[in-house]
C-alpha cells in the first residue's frame, strides 16, 4: 500500500449495549459487566430465547432533532450517534471533514428491523395506506451510509 492510500482512523465512537461512549464502554469492559439482559423492548414469549444485547439509556435526541428521530429508525440513530461520537473524539466537526478526503463505510446487513416489523404489521393490520413513505429507505442496507453521507457533507 502506497503512503496516499492508507485509512486513518481518527476517531471511535461506540453505542454498544454496554454503553455509549468510548468511557462507558470501557468501564463496563474493564468490569466484566455484561450487555446481555432480558429482552424489553417487544414481547419475546413466543421465541426460544428471552435474552438478547440491547442498547439502553440511549436518547436519539440528544444527537439529532425529534423530527428526525419520528423519521429515522432505530439503526440510524445509533449510527448518527457513534459517529457524532467518533467526530467529537477525533476533535473534528463537519465544517472540517474535508470532503474530498472523507468516506463513510457502515457495515449492516438489512436496515431498520423495527420499521420494517411496523410496517409489516401495519400493513396487515391496516392495509396498505399506513405503511409510511419512509418504509422502504429505513430499511435498505446502506441507509445509514447515505445517511451519514448526507449529514456530513
Known amino acids: 500500500m502506497s503512503t496516499s492510500d492508507r485509512i ?4 471511535i465512537g461506540l453505542v454498544t ?6 468511557e462507558e464502554n470501557w468501564r463496563n469492559l474493564m468490569e466484566g459487566r455484561s450487555g446481555i439482559d432480558t429482552i424489553t423492548r417487544f414481547d419475546p414469549s413466543n421465541l426460544s430465547t428471552r435474552f ?4 439502553k439509556n ?6 439529532m432533532d425529534r ?10 440513530h445509533f449510527a448518527v450517534a457513534a459517529s457524532d461520537l467518533a467526530l467529537q473524539d477525533a476533535g473534528l466537526n463537519k465544517d472540517s471533514l474535508p470532503s474530498d478526503r ?3 463505510l457502515v457495515g ?7 420499521t420494517f416489523v411496523e410496517n409489516t404489521l401495519a ?5 396498505p395506506r399506513r405503511v409510511s413513505p419512509f418504509f422502504v429507505p429505513a430499511i435498505i442496507g446502506n441507509m445509514a451510509s447515505g445517511l451519514l453521507t448526507i449529514r456530513y457533507g
Open 52 to 55: 438478547a444485547g440491547e442498547v
Open 108 to 114: 449492516s446487513g438489512m436496515g431498520g428491523m423495527e
Open 8 to 11: 486513518v482512523v481518527t476517531g
Open 58 to 63: 440511549f436518547d436519539a435526541t440528544d444527537y
Open 17 to 22: 449495549p454496554i454503553g455509549i461512549g468510548i
Open 67 to 76: 423530527k428526525e428521530v419520528r423519521h429515522y429508525d432505530r439503526f440510524l
Open 102 to 104: 472523507t468516506g463513510v
Open 123 to 127: 400493513l396487515e393490520n391496516r392495509g
